[in-house]
């Protein structure tokens, strides 16, 4: 029903209501819809008929005087604003009409299950004039940009759960609240997400006895994941939790500790961490290194990287603190006596570390081709491995590490 009587003209409105329609109008551009309108109503070029509107004073005067000399009255302006759906301009005119709400969100379904990286959309409608407007919330606190009849929510958090409803009001023009409403609820549920594990536990750890052991496993789901620590297959009571801790790390503790993560869909098991007592170390006295490179052999193939190798392994041996003693092409009789001098001075404490780059084959054991070596040789024309370790037994030297580069094939009979 109409506050004036449709058939007034606009130029006899009260002061009061057509400044009402002025600023409706010029809100949001509605001026330009209907002129839009009305130039297709009456054939106009819509270009130089919006064109003309706007001036010095506004557009939305220029089109209701516009519209006015053109004999428009209140019905016929009201018709006009009912076909463009500009209801808030309309409500200057319309007496109030209750708000009712017509659509319900997610009507044929209460609960909605959506996968992070999805979009949540659910929608609502409601009738009334001045027309409704729309606010959407979650768990009671509304949300920012939500302001239309269809929710469209990323989802991309699970704290995103919940319920979410629409606060749908009226207001008048003086922007006092003539009603509101709250639709029926929706609640959204994240789908589960399998485990996904962040960080490992170190692969491996020393603890000091009596001291706490610490090992970590980070990993994100959806529900939460659930922690269970083993060691070596063992289930570990109590120890269900993303930090695994043991107060005084005893010889007992130590072995392969990992953690099972579960949850509702998925189960994944972390890596390994091999845990052992930190036992004191002995600081060598000394650290001696015997290098034998035998290239030019006399009845044999002639090779070519030894002599290299030894001298990249005595640069380096030599960063960290080795007395070096670098020889090539050594006969049997020299390759012994070398190794002899080599064992007297590996003593109580000390480091030793032998190479030997050259000839040599496999039986049993592994042996060395001096270069003096026959084309058809016994065991007893080579250096066997176990000679070494011989001479370096009675001097008990701290470590010994014996480094073979030769060829570990059987000899031609």
Not at 5 to 26: A, F, H, K, N, T
Not at 153 to 169: S, T
Not at 174 to 185: A, H, I, P, W
Not at 371 to 398: G, K, N, Y
């Amino acid at each position: 029903m109409y506050k004036f009587d449709e058939d007034m003209s606009i130029d006899c409105l009260p002061g009061v209501v057509y400044r009402q329609l002025v600023d409706e109008l010029s809100k949001d551009y509605c001026w330009n819809k209907l002129a839009e309108h009305v130039a297709e109503r009456l054939g106009f070029i819509e270009s130089i008929w919006i064109k003309s509107l706007e001036n010095e004073r506004s557009p939305a005067e220029n089109l209701l005087d516009q519209l006015n000399m053109r004999m428009c009255t209140v019905g016929v302006l009201c018709n006009l604003l009912e076909e463009c759906n500009l209801l808030r301009a309309l409500s200057v005119f319309h007496q109030p009409e209750p708000l009712i709400i017509t659509e319900q969100p997610n009507c044929d379904e209460a609960d909605v299950k959506i996968a992070l990286g999805e979009y949540f959309k659910s929608r609502c409608q409601a009738i009334g004039l001045p027309p409704p407007s729309y606010v959407w919330y979650h768990e009671n606190l509304p949300l920012e940009n939500q302001n239309s009849e269809e929710i469209n929510l990323f989802i991309d958090n699970i704290e995103q759960e919940g319920e979410y409803k629409c606060l749908i009001a009226q207001y008048d023009l003086d922007g006092l609240t003539l009603d509101k409403k709250f639709t029926n609820s929706v609640s959204l549920k994240v789908k589960p997400t399998p485990v996904l594990i962040k960080s490992q536990p170190l692969p491996f750890v020393e603890v000091e006895k009596d001291n706490v052991l610490e090992l970590i496993c980070n990993a994100e789901s959806h529900p939460e994941p659930k922690y269970q620590w083993f060691r070596d297959n063992t289930k570990l009571e109590g120890q269900t939790f993303n930090i695994l801790r043991i107060e005084r790390f005893q010889a007992k503790h130590e072995g392969k500790y990992y953690c099972q993560i579960i949850n509702d869909i998925s189960e994944i098991y972390s890596n390994k961490s091999i845990v052992v007592i930190d036992l004191p170390r002995e600081k060598a006295v000394a650290k001696i290194a015997l290098l034998i490179a035998n290239e030019d052999y006399d009845h044999h193939e002639k090779l070519k990287t030894p002599k290299n190798d030894v001298a990249k392994l005595a640069e380096l041996l030599e960063q960290i603190g080795f007395q070096v003693i670098s020889l090539m092409n050594l006969t049997v009789n020299q390759m012994k006596n070398a190794m002899k001098l080599f064992c007297s001075v590996l003593s109580d404490g000390v480091y030793g570390l032998f190479y030997f780059a050259g000839h040599g084959f496999k039986m049993q054991e592994s042996y060395m081709l001096a270069v003096d070596a026959p084309m058809s040789f016994l065991r007893s024309d080579a250096i066997c491995e176990s000679e070494l370790l011989a001479m370096v037994l009675p001097t008990d030297p701290a470590l010994l590490v014996v480094i073979l580069d030769t060829c570990q094939t059987v000899p031609p009979k």
